[in-house]
């Protein structure tokens, strides 16, 4: 019997957690049972050297300009013939299993391709009730054209949390399958590169805050920032990290030149390897408005740091609703508190580190891969 023909495919391989699972995912596959070529829809991303070398990479667009222009017009219009004879182009040959590994518009590429995949599947990493910019997107119109032309129809939508599935039910509705599987985190890979030396003097008096994630609205680094403005003033002794990059970041660096910040809050850009930030440090913060499954907590948890994170989507989930991490409002005032609190007390982030550590054992690689190859052989 020969192998399977997989087709995963993803926006780009720019920087964020479900580009991060993928790639923990490819470099697990076993390539003796599984065929795997891998469509990146926009050519550019920081990862495209980490995709092993036996999965083919096929790019639709090299303009960004372009893949937005046509991304527009199918989500406006559904006009696609062009659209379509660009991608069966790209893609000619033919899949027993579809995977669109990141849910979005390009999950129609799927549909665009017809008969040359026969199972079709799409990812939910995102939880669309909360996520910024879904009434700007998704009008009745186009809501009602996805659930008839692209829920419907495909095979199975796998979820990356019971919140993202929650959330998709009551605005999508129910459909055949609808499975929950946690990201493939690779957990020896973050504790292994966590010992890499880095160029980075960590105060020993000081209590070290981390922060891991693209500058985009969605993470609120806006109310970190002012959050440690109110830490500040308290006189604590402090220093926050805020690993990634992202088209926030000179407002941000703006927002810390005014507050006069600087000594405690710094932009650290994107770090490839970001683990020994992690490890060094002693607390782990994320403020996002909304998460389908935050890799960067689940990393933070396996390397057992104490986690404040807001009340929202994916978050509240990890943190099993304050079990695990401290959980706080949306607000500054909110992100303050759990900061000010952790902070001020050796014990609670003791207690909290051994909390992550606990839930960091839900992160069972093996049992994700058996179920992902389940579903898709």
């Not at 003033?233 to 030149?257: V, W």
């Not at 006069?260 to 770090?271: M, Q, S, T, Y």
Request: proline share 2%; aromatic share 12%.
């Amino acid at each position: 019997m020969g192998r399977k023909k997989i087709l995963f495919i993803i926006p780009s391989l720019e920087e964020g957690g479900a580009e991060r699972v993928l790639v923990n995912l490819l470099k697990r596959l076993d390539y003796n049972r599984f065929d795997v070529d891998l469509c990146v829809v926009e050519n550019r991303g920081i990862y495209f050297n980490e995709i092993p070398e036996q999965v083919k990479v096929i790019t639709i667009f090299n303009s960004s300009l372009l893949c937005r222009i046509f991304s527009n017009v199918h989500i406006r219009f559904n006009i696609n013939g062009l659209y379509k004879r660009i991608v069966n182009r790209k893609i000619r040959n033919h899949y027993d299993t579809g995977i669109s590994f990141l849910d979005s518009s390009f999950t129609d590429l799927l549909f665009f391709l017809g008969n040359k995949t026969e199972k079709k599947i799409a990812w939910v990493h995102s939880s669309y009730q909360t996520y910024r910019n879904f009434k700007k997107f998704f009008t009745k119109k186009y809501t009602t054209r996805v659930i008839s032309y692209r829920y419907k129809r495909l095979d199975h939508i796998v979820f990356v949390s019971e919140d993202s599935r929650a959330e998709f039910r009551q605005i999508f509705g129910e459909f055949s399958s609808m499975q929950v599987i946690y990201n493939m985190i690779d957990a020896a890979d973050v504790l292994k590169k966590s010992d890499e030396r880095i160029d980075e003097r960590f105060d020993s008096e000081l209590i070290n805050v981390v922060a891991l994630g693209v500058l985009l609205p969605v993470k609120a680094y806006d109310k970190l920032i002012e959050a440690a403005v109110l830490l500040k003033k308290d006189g604590l002794g402090f220093k926050i990290r805020i690993l990634g990059n992202g088209y926030l970041e000179p407002q941000l660096r703006q927002m810390i030149q005014k507050l006069d910040l600087k000594d405690v809050v710094e932009l650290k850009g994107f770090r490839s390897n970001p683990y020994p930030y992690l490890k060094s440090s002693q607390v782990f913060v994320m403020t996002s408005v909304s998460e389908g499954l935050p890799t960067a907590l689940c990393e933070a948890m396996i390397l057992g740091l104490p986690a404040v994170v807001t009340d929202s989507s994916g978050c509240r989930e990890l943190v099993g609703y304050g079990e695990f991490g401290m959980m706080t409002e949306q607000t500054v005032e909110g992100i303050y508190i759990g900061l000010k609190t952790l902070i001020l007390s050796k014990e609670k982030r003791e207690y909290f580190s051994l909390k992550s550590l606990q839930r960091s054992e839900i992160f069972n690689d093996s049992k994700v891969l058996s179920q992902i190859t389940g579903l898709i052989g």
